[in-house]
């Protein structure tokens, strides 16, 4: 626990990062389609990666296997990720998004199980749905529901959190064999690429490439686009590949649900919403499946079992 201190805090700060990312996108939104919001976020992903390459002088070199391990890592997040994301967010609230992507944990417990061979008690897997249950309490009692939402975006959603959570099993088992850099780079390089040829292909079709451009001229829209881009996209995800080195994937996925109380508090502090006692209750379960899961592995059973001994004893 003392060794993996720094490593809870980085991966309490990506949660954080990405708990706020669903607000910013959604600003974003308000000024230009999901194909023009990805477009310009990875615009700014890439630049981002790319500067911080130069300032530390770190030169990047790839041979055809770990381009082609790192491209379809790339389809999975940010490409099919981002889309079904944004386009879903287009659709959904993100509050009901928020309850969809709290079923990530569970995926990636199951996937990591199956490829990674991450071992689990029952006890992480009972803390694991807690958390889960304090993300679904927490928006559930405003009072929303599925039926409130289309149906296109929950399907959206869904597919979303299904290809998040097959990004964050296949990097932990990259991070084994590269640099979190490496990494990070081809997938702000590949949403770059992706993003930016669909955005002039649609742009062109429809005749909008001076609105588009035009996207650079408003500064709402372009503070949002730093947000997701420079520190949601580039730098969460330096931090996510760092952490998942660290730490095992389902133990990662559980602090994304963290995310939930970082938007209760953005919704109290920036938008003066008032607080109630399910936020409270709710962020109290989230933490509680956050710290059971992380701690209650089996090495952490026997560590307290030898404390309840050495309280006994006289």
Known sequence: MKNNRGVYILAVLYATIIGLSFLFTKIALRFADPIDVLAYRFIASFVMISTIMRVRKITLVYNKEELKRLIILALFHPLAYFTFQTFGLKYASSSEAAIIQAASPIFILILATISLGEETNIYQKLFTLLSVFGVVY???MTSLSFESASIKGIILQICSALCFSVYNVMMRSLTKDFSSEKICYIISAGGFVGFGITAIIKNLIYNSTGN??????NLNFILAIIYLGA???ATASLINGYVLYRIEAYKMSVFTNLRTIVSVL????LLKEKIFHYHIIGSALIIFGVIGTNFLDNNGIERLKVSLREYRSP
């Open 212 to 217: 588009f451009l035009a996207l650079s001229m």
């Open 231 to 233: 520190i949601a996209s």
């Open 266 to 269: 953005a919704g109290v502090l």
């Open 138 to 140: 927490v928006i559930g």
